[in-house]
């Protein structure tokens, strides 16, 4: 079957937080939202048949996860990810933002400390502190056009009173697709020092030709034990609607003791939609998955080339993964809020803006390329003409 990638799908009107809250949310009328973390494309016919299917029945009570839900998730990590995963170590939670704030209650007090590693999704700095932990931050480097860990740094910061580390895997918004060799030197410093790894990994399935995405947790048995995996198909199939997400816990204390903060905050059904919508997709969902990923790279490809071509004062971080782009705009000469500024009234495109994304983030925008060639097309154009006009006028 060949999906169509390229049809343009009006989502105003249908409480799109991308789409209809654009103009509340940058101030702006008019702009081309390319920012937040969803697709424009409509999730695969396998899918949403399966939701009809569940919608006829008419009935929508209180919902949990089946044995065939969890042979579903346990099939697709060992056929895509080559990971063989019980299936009482997958727990429910109705977002990984969401699973990472209960993680952070579950195993720390609060004063304790929580490494990040920015640039790097901003909702990971808001659960340490909104959770009255204290942020570590252990910069990544960029070095040759990529960004890698800083592991001499992160030695440094190691100390008793630090009990997990998030990290991010694929890295967004940089990119990187993590290699065996950097994972093993992160799980063991963390091992020494007696840190909990908590490995969000929510763009696992999205990874470009050449690179292996490997989840934290299979690297070996000292690292199973010590791991806590977000996945959740909802980047992958365009379902974050359904509030659906699957934590991999291997530890049985690790477990227990997550499963008892989410009962304690009252998270104990899912919703009906997310268990028929998640089952079908990962049973089903390789094909289509296969073409959105060769989609998404020439869309990469077209965004690289159209800016080096016509936009050189760009540079394209090119990613290995996920949907969302990096780039470096610091040539432009603007400080953020001067670039978001910019983006916004002159350019009409609304990208995430780095500074968000924490240390190392100035200066950078965000672009999600998961979209109809045509609306990608028109958002670099918008840039293009903007930046021309400025760098005239410019002194």
Request: net charge negative; charged share 25%; hydrophobic share 40%.
């Amino acid at each position: 079957m060949i999906f169509d990638f390229d049809k343009e799908i009006d989502r105003y009107n249908t409480s799109s937080y991308k789409w209809d809250e654009a103009e509340r949310m940058f101030g702006e009328k008019g702009v081309l939202p390319m920012w937040t973390a969803d697709m424009d494309f409509r999730s695969p016919t396998f899918i949403i048949d399966a939701i009809k299917r569940r919608a006829e029945h008419g009935i929508f009570g209180y919902t949990v996860k089946t044995e065939s839900y969890n042979e579903a998730v346990a099939g697709w990590m060992k056929r895509r990810h080559n990971w063989n995963i019980e299936k009482d170590w997958i727990c429910f939670s109705p977002g990984i933002a969401p699973a990472l704030s209960f993680i952070v209650q579950a195993f720390t007090q609060p004063g304790d400390k929580i490494v990040i590693q920015p640039p790097v999704y901003y909702p990971f700095s808001q659960v340490v502190e909104k959770n009255e932990c204290e942020l570590v931050c252990n910069p990544l480097k960029f070095e040759n056009g990529k960004y890698v860990m800083d592991f001499d740094d992160l030695r440094t910061k190691l100390d008793s009173q630090v009990k997990l580390l998030i990290l991010c895997s694929p890295h967004n918004p940089g990119g990187r697709v993590w290699t065996k060799e950097e994972l093993i030197e992160l799980g063991e410093i963390c091992l020494e020092h007696k840190v909990l790894v908590v490995s969000d990994e929510i763009h696992f399935d999205l990874i470009y030709k050449d690179h292996t995405h490997i989840p934290f947790a299979s690297l070996s048995e000292e690292f199973t034990q010590n791991t806590i995996v977000c996945t959740a198909p909802t980047k992958t199939f365009n379902l974050a609607g359904l509030l659906t997400s699957n934590i991999i816990i291997p530890n049985r204390h690790l477990r227990e003791t997550f499963v008892e903060t989410m009962n304690k905050n009252f998270l104990v059904f899912m919703n009906s939609f997310g268990v028929a919508a998640t089952e079908n997709a990962y049973k089903y969902g390789d094909e289509w998955l296969d073409q959105c990923i060769d989609y998404l790279q020439q869309n990469l490809d077209f965004l690289t080339n159209f800016i080096e071509s016509n936009i050189k004062e760009l540079k394209v971080i090119k990613p290995e993964a996920t949907y969302l782009v990096w780039i470096d705009c610091c040539e432009l000469g603007m400080d953020d809020k001067s670039l978001e500024q910019f983006m916004l009234k002159e350019a009409k495109v609304a990208p995430s803006l780095g500074y968000g994304f924490g240390p190392g983030g100035e200066g950078f925008i965000r672009i999600n390329i998961g979209c109809p060639r045509s609306v990608l097309e028109e958002g670099l154009k918008r840039i293009e003409k903007a930046v021309n006009s400025y760098t005239v006028l410019k002194p």
